[in-house]
């Protein structure tokens, strides 16, 4: 038949797709590098900080207090044995993307009746852009979906045979969820449902189960507050209300999960419309025959943690100021929801005792479209760059090229610190801001403890560059009116200023005759 596969022939397929996914990994870094961003910097700076005794330190030099600690740790050993953080995290994530191609077509070889299907999800798993878009990056998220697909199994486990080996391990495995990204609090909640409704005991002590796994999965994190809560003035960092609604963010979680199964051509209500009705499809065949299904207690884990993962990103990004909903936050949805969409298609195919030629040629279509997408966006970042500050147009900036050979005394303020942190090395202080990041409504007063800066400093340097566009800082214009700005370089994409005080701030754009 169409479908079947011989198990060691369908095992060596898999194997072939993991070392393929690691060496994607490899070809797309094989330039700068990972792909970095000010988030990937704060993560490998803390990893170096730590190896140097100085504990959890991010780029800027203030305490590592927005982010969770497991992903510097991580790294840590071997930057303590002398390999750069971007190597290891590199090396790392090549590692994750091919576990999670791999294990997760381990478990469907193992448990589908057609074989072939668990092949097809490897090979989904392979050409997925929300996997390869972290992979690529200096991001814990790789690690992130590894242990949420552990904690899975683990789960299911449990809900098979209710010991508490598996109960505890469970609980680890959330718990360094939750280190490794604070929206990990979505697999505890779905572990606590799984707890709570399996078993095989009375209601009250599921309860109490529950609340138990609920209570050692948190702990750990609630520990990493009560540190960061001593040794500074907040537990989780500097946090603003979020300026997008709940709404809009359902929009973009729902315009970018159908990214995964459409090409972005066709047109968005359309893409929402087709998801929306797979969605309730799915949803249907959960209730009347998933949970019911030989593999009932995998559908209950699955289902329940895609609903409780995507319940708490869409709460938390309504309510904080994050980055805009995209890969990063959605890629732990991606490989449940694809083995649920196979375990359900598994059983349909046996339910009519036929092999569907029709599902067969739309998974076949299915990878090849995303698998050239795939593979074009894999030789792009091998000629480009992998994304962020690992990029062409970065690593040949004049502004950088000149803060390498020529290092600017401190202090030092740019209107992108990340980029100059992150391509020189240099300690870069961030220009002043008119409100937090992504948070309208909240303002600082930056410019005000700026100037003050600048009436008690000889001198400093500020380093502007021209293409980027942050509404959250001051504009060049509004630090004119405050400080004097001397220009003392210019180049194709910035300009490097010597920053002093000034008692007429009135007249400063014309002393420096800076454009606005």
Known sequence: MLLEVAPRTAFSILVVLALAAAVTVMVSTSLYGPG?????????FAARSLTQGNGFVQQDGSLYLDYPPLFPIVLAPAVALGVDPAVAARWFNAVCLAL?????SLWLLRHLRWRALAIFGGCIFLVSLPLLDVAVMAFPEPLLVLLVLLTLWALWRYAECGRRGWYLTAAMLAALCCLTRYLGAG?????AVVVLV???????????????????????????FFRNAIVSSSAWGDRAAASVTLAHNIFLAFNMMTSWFM???VPTPLRIGVLALACGLLGVWVVRRGLRHAWGNQVLV????????????????SLVALDRMGSRFLAPLYVPSIVLLLIAMDDTLYARRTTN????VVVLIWCFVFGRYAVRNVLAMHVDGAGGYSSQSWETSETIAHLRVAPLSPPVYSNDAYAVNILTGMSTRPSPRRYMFNSRQTPTDDLGRFTTAMDTTASAHLVWFDGVKRDYLYPIGDLQKHVLLVVESRFADGTIYEVKPCSQPALHGQVTGERQ
């Open 187 to 191: 697999v505890i909640l779905a572990g």
């Open 198 to 224: 399996s078993g095989g005991q009375r209601a009250g002590r599921r309860l109490i189960n529950a609340i138990g796994f609920g209570f050692l999965a948190l702990l750990p994190t609630a520990l990493w």
């Open 302 to 317: 699955l289902s329940t943690y895609v609903v409780a993962y995507l319940g708490v990103l869409l709460a938390v990004t």
């Open 263 to 265: 090409p972005e051509r």
């Open 100 to 104: 999670i191609v791999f294990l997760p």
């Open 357 to 360: 030629t029709a599902v067969v």
């Open 36 to 44: 970095m961003t000010t988030v990937a910097g704060d993560y490998l």
